[in-house]
């Protein structure tokens, strides 16, 4: 079954390049496959087994990998449980419930439950993001902090990088580089084997497409947890001003970080993040 995927083979060389980086995993890890009501999911756990617990939630079209810059310094003092995301290019299943049902909620219940974690922050980039505001919104006790790195749902989503996207898929490796390049808001870095599965991904995998619902005031005045929102100013996939804007307007409680010269993904935690997390 290719599940998301073009082809057979085009899974299998997704799944290759994702199992070579995540043997590259800069600390110790644990890796664990839970049952739950939408398939299996997969699961990284890094970081002292006492330290307080981090859901970390994957943009569109990434997995756990996304990580790995930045892992070391997460879990030095947390036990940061990164998830491979339903519907994603990971192991997890492939089901894609309808975003803004309760089904992502209801299978993050089944995802801590089996971990074992009743409480904890929660780390979401992009679409990750999303996720982590929808099920905080819906399960407010069980979430500790929030951290949102360019989160979709809050400001307008871009649609010219979906157009962009389909018109440079003719050129092959060039395109999806200078695609990933506008996304990134930086030159993509050469012999980056995380840069190659991305790149992988891209020609491989068949993204969730259609808007993403957008959150409403009451629901983001609704969030009274301690809520941290870092954004780029550079972002070519949402609107993070309109982001900030909107953040600053319905969650008194939150602190919004604007990077001016910083695209839609993230590599490395800022300080004002991980102490912020605790970490």
């Given amino acids: 079954m290719t599940g998301n995927y073009r082809s057979e083979l085009g899974k299998r060389i997704v799944e290759q390049r994702y199992r070579a980086l995540l043997d590259k995993w800069p600390v110790e890890k644990t890796e664990l496959r839970v049952p739950t009501r939408e398939g299996e999911t997969f699961v990284v756990a890094s970081g002292p087994e006492d330290a307080p617990p981090v859901i970390a939630l994957q943009g569109s079209g990434a997995n756990s990998a996304m990580w790995l810059p930045s892992i070391a310094e997460l879990s030095a003092r947390l036990r940061v449980y990164a998830v491979d995301v339903i519907g994603e290019p990971g192991f997890s299943a492939p089901s894609r419930p309808e975003l803004g049902s309760e089904s992502y909620a209801l299978w993050l219940d089944d995802v801590l439950r089996e971990l074992g974690v009743d409480h ?160």
């Avoid at 780390?123 to 979709?152: C, E, H, M, N």
């Avoid at 695609?179 to 808001?185: E, P, Y």
């Avoid at 497409?209 to 870092?230: C, H, N, Q, R």
């Fill in 120 to 279: 904890a922050a929660f780390l979401g980039v992009s679409l990750g993001g999303w996720f982590a505001i929808d099920y905080a919104s819906r399960r407010p006790d069980a979430v500790s902090k929030l951290v949102l790195q360019t989160p979709s749902g809050i400001g307008r989503q871009k649609l010219g990088v979906l157009f962009k996207a389909i018109a440079l898929r003719p050129f092959g490796d060039w395109g999806a580089k200078k695609l990933l390049r506008g996304v990134a808001g930086e030159e993509v870095p050469k012999g980056n084997e995380l840069v190659d599965l991305m790149l992988s991904v891209g020609k491989q995998f068949q993204y969730r497409m259609g808007t993403i619902p957008i959150f409403s005031d009451e629901t983001l005045a609704g969030l009274k947890m301690p809520v941290f929102v870092e954004v780029g100013g550079k972002d070519s996939m949402i609107d993070t001003y309109g982001t900030q804007r909107r953040v600053e307007a319905n969650m008194p409680n939150a602190l919004v970080r604007m990077l001016p010269d910083a695209g839609h993904l993230p590599l490395k935690p800022s300080r004002p993040l991980l102490k912020f997390l605790g970490g």
